[in-house]
Structures are given as structure tokens and as C-alpha cells.
């Protein structure tokens, strides 16, 4: 439910739900960053980030399960 190191997570920002690397800063701030170069950077303040919702972290798993 909540940020917890850097990673690629799923996030629910009002209506929209997105999947974003997330990068923490100082005090409290995100970056949300996108692999596709055609989505920049986004700076949350830490206001901000605390109303942001986790709905998950994204993992891999290779081969079978």
C-alpha cells in the first residue's frame, strides 16, 4: 500500500491507474518515471505523494511456475 524502496509499481492517482519506476527523493518525494520517452518525469511533493494509492509492486518470474 505504500512506497517502499525503488521499483516499478502499480499506482492509482484519482481515476487513473498507472504503472510507473518509482524513484524516492528527499523528504519525502517521488519521482515517477515511464520507460516509454514519450511520458516525462513527474516530481510528487511529499503532500502529494501521501495521497498517493499502491495497488501493488511489479515483480518477474521466469519460466515455469
Same mark, same amino acid.
Given at each position: 500500500? *505504500? #512506497?517502499?524502496?525503488?521499483?516499478?509499481? %502499480? /499506482?492509482?492517482?484519482?481515476? $487513473?491507474?498507472?504503472?510507473? *519506476? #518509482?524513484?524516492?527523493?528527499?523528504?519525502? %518525494? /517521488?519521482?515517477?518515471?515511464? $520507460?516509454?520517452?514519450?511520458?516525462?518525469?513527474?516530481?510528487?511533493?511529499?503532500?502529494?505523494?501521501?495521497?498517493?494509492?499502491?495497488?501493488?509492486?511489479?515483480?518477474?518470474?521466469?519460466?515455469?511456475?
Amino acid at each position: 500500500t *505504500r #512506497v517502499k524502496d525503488d521499483g516499478i509499481y %502499480a /499506482l492509482v492517482i484519482g481515476d $487513473d491507474v498507472r504503472i510507473k *519506476r #518509482v524513484a524516492k527523493g528527499w523528504q519525502g %518525494a /517521488l519521482q515517477l518515471l515511464s $520507460d516509454n520517452d514519450l511520458y516525462q518525469m513527474e516530481q510528487l511533493s511529499p503532500p502529494d505523494a501521501e495521497g498517493l494509492q499502491v495497488a501493488g509492486k511489479v515483480v518477474w518470474a521466469g519460466g515455469e511456475i
